[in-house]
């Protein structure tokens, strides 16, 4: 196990294993560890001692940080400003160990999965000025700066970021923050007519009130494979009714929210349905819980993360009906699916119809008795040759986590 102090220790330890053909495990917090295919190597890098924050500046909106700085850390120091990221991290804790834990910038970078503001404010990596690392001869290499600029020329950030570590040992960090909203209300809208809920998602997509959240949340499967906890985890004064529900996030000062919420109400002829409103406080904690995934809380089955084309939901809410425990982010197209234990070939059935909507499904959390006969990540022919180019130009004899994502690569 290697924990090298700083950047300059990092490069030479790589550089080391490079001469030797030795791959490298790199690890921070170990939060998301169990993401991609179990890894055999020879050393890990463990990059945690490489943690704190460089540079912040509140008024330039950027902040500079080491790759093992925790996003605690980091939401904390920003929260004192009230600024925040605005691309919403999702903490995986609860899905594996049942508590919070959100683990290092550094590998939530390098898996680059973004909450339920992704569909307005873009992705993890649309929110990265630059970075530092060690490719995978040793060399320090950088890429990009604190200005917000276009520039000829490749964006080396945009590549690293969702390589899952297979490219760039990271060293630091520096990131675009965005100031936070006064006040906050979400809009439920209790439904579980997919067709209807497929039809309010396109509207919010279409939509000129800022919505920066929309979701839809069915009920469980009545199957005693799956934890029954929706009514327990979305326990909240405000909602009048139990059952499937699509809600949507209105967020500014309080004035502007009105005046948003009384127009969408009629774009969307809402006052013909039953809705309930949850006032800022539990707005927050309602948009927490959906970034927690704590629907899924400490699950022991097969759990899908799949994108579709926003204009596929309605047929794959269909597909899936009440056969799996799932629900809906992005305005339709980010779909959460959790499989049963021993239930393999349903997942290569969805996939197969994910891919036939040209989508794509990653495999985040496999049951004990997964056997590896289907791949924990969607990719085509043609993309796996470009990845296994990049690959060679980043890390040419593959040291860094061989085998994390593709087995190719």
Not at 40 to 55: C, F, M, P, R
Not at 347 to 365: A, D, H, Q, R, S
Request: glycine share 6%; proline share 2%.
């Amino acid at each position: 196990m290697f924990r090298p102090g700083n950047e300059k220790n990092v490069s030479e330890i790589v550089r080391d294993n490079y001469k030797k053909n030795l791959p490298l495990e790199i690890i921070g917090s170990n939060s998301k560890k169990f993401i991609g295919y179990n890894l055999q190597t020879a050393k890990t890098l463990d990059i945690s001692n490489l943690s704190g924050i460089v540079e912040y500046l509140p008024e330039e909106l950027y902040i500079k940080v080491k790759a093992g700085t925790l996003l605690s850390l980091i939401e904390e120091t920003l929260d004192k400003k009230n600024q925040q990221l605005a691309f919403e991290p999702i903490d995986f804790g609860f899905i594996q160990g049942g508590k919070s834990d959100k683990g290092t910038i550094g590998g939530y970078v390098s898996c680059n999965f973004a909450g339920s503001r992704r569909f307005k404010s873009g992705s993890v990596r649309d929110h990265i000025l630059g970075f530092r690392g060690i490719n995978g001869k040793g060399d320090i290499i950088k890429s990009g700066g604190v200005v917000v600029k276009n520039v000829t020329g490749y964006d080396l950030s945009k590549v690293i970021t969702g390589s899952f570590g297979t490219l760039v040992a990271l060293t630091e960090i520096t990131l675009k923050v965005s100031p936070k909203k006064n006040s906050q209300s979400t809009v439920a809208i209790h439904t579980e007519d997919i067709k209807q809920v497929s039809n309010f998602f396109d509207k919010i997509l279409s939509s000129s009130n800022e919505i920066s959240g929309s979701i839809y949340i069915p009920d469980e499967p009545k199957n005693k494979k799956f934890q029954i906890n929706k009514n327990k985890i979305f326990q909240f004064n405000d909602l009048k009714y139990q059952g499937s529900f699509l809600a949507f996030r209105l967020e500014g000062d309080k004035k502007s929210i009105e005046e948003r919420k009384k127009d969408l109400f009629k774009e969307l002829q809402l006052n013909k349905q039953k809705t309930s409103i949850l006032d800022v406080y539990q707005s927050v904690l309602f948009w927490q819980k959906v970034n927690n995934l704590e629907l899924f809380n400490n699950t022991k089955n097969n759990l899908l993360r799949i994108v579709v084309p926003f204009s596929n939901n309605e047929k794959l809410m269909k597909y899936i009906k009440n056969k799996y425990k799932y629900y809906v982010d992005w305005s339709g197209s980010l779909f959460w699916i959790e499989v049963a234990d021993k239930d393999e070939m349903k997942i290569k059935e969805i996939k197969k119809f994910v891919l036939e909507m040209n989508g794509y499904l990653t495999v985040i959390k496999r049951s004990e008795n997964f056997s590896f006969n289907e791949s924990l990540f969607t990719i085509n022919k043609n993309r796996l040759l470009i990845s296994k180019k990049i690959k060679e130009s980043f890390d040419p004899k593959r040291i860094f986590n061989p085998g994390k994502m593709y087995r190719e690569i």
